[in-house]
């Protein structure tokens, strides 16, 4: 009987151990907002404390971290109602997101969600909160986060249409990137958002620097390219 309670918690079937913590999650989330009549944008709790959730994850906090990442997922979706992404509270949204990227720092999906999720909304300032959790985010491991970061460049230039916000993105890419985890391209598209912006000549300082720094040694097809872009570049500024 003693050697039954003292068994470790690995030796727990994963099917069980999720039921129990996903009923934990539920008792959280009940106490952090008492349900209403009607649902509004303003139910969506505040995310608890990073160390009371990994009190909760017992052990198990990426197990949690995907739980809780379904339940946020669909709390526009709730009974009798449908919440439009502009009207949720994208600052409560990015606390829930952090709170998941801290209880497991290799899971994707709370960056993936930022960036195409819930940018898919009107609303332009609801748009750049999520942008800019990606690019905090992002700096703490960019070799492993820049898809999320270039999604940010193309949300930026083409649905916000913030040229110099699309640029602040795209620079930390190229500054941040290297070519051994994504490909060339990732670290280009600051010099088509210079080319946009008409700043010609920054975008022929950015190429040059890629030619000289080595990154693309061995691609043939991207310096290739790169080159005939500087000529480009170089015959547009003699004009």
């Known amino acids: 009987m003693n050697n039954a309670a003292a068994r470790p918690l690995s030796t727990v079937p994963l099917p069980v151990l999720a039921v129990f913590i996903a009923s934990l999650v539920i008792q959280v989330c009940w106490s952090h907002a008492r349900p209403r009549a009607a649902a509004t944008a303003e139910a969506l709790p505040n995310a608890p404390d ?12 990426d197990t949690l971290a995907k739980i809780l990442m379904l339940w946020l997922q669909a709390f526009d979706n709730q009974p009798g109602v449908s919440i439009p992404f502009a009207r949720l509270d994208h600052a409560r949204v990015v606390n829930w997101l952090d709170a998941l990227l801290d209880l497991d720092s290799r899971f994707q999906y709370p960056l993936l969600s930022a960036s195409r999720v819930y940018t898919e909304t009107p609303d332009d300032a609801g748009k750049r909160q ?24 193309y949300v930026a230039k083409h649905r916000i249409k913030d040229l110099q916000l699309a640029l602040k993105y795209a620079n930390a890419l190229r500054l941040n990137v290297s070519s051994a985890t994504a490909p060339p391209w990732v670290t280009q598209m600051e010099i088509f958002v210079l080319e946009d912006l008409g700043e010609i000549e920054s975008a022929r300082i950015i190429i040059g620097g890629l030619l000289a720094s080595g990154r693309l040694a061995g691609n043939d097809n991207e310096l290739r390219f790169l080159k005939n872009r500087l000529a480009l570049l170089e015959q547009e500024i003699s004009l």
């Open 50 to 61: 990073t160390q009371l959730l990994h009190l909760y994850g017992l052990g198990e906090p």
């Open 130 to 153: 999520m942008l800019e959790f990606v690019h905090r985010r992002f700096r703490e491991d960019p070799e492993r986060r820049w898809p999320w970061m270039a999604h940010a460049v």
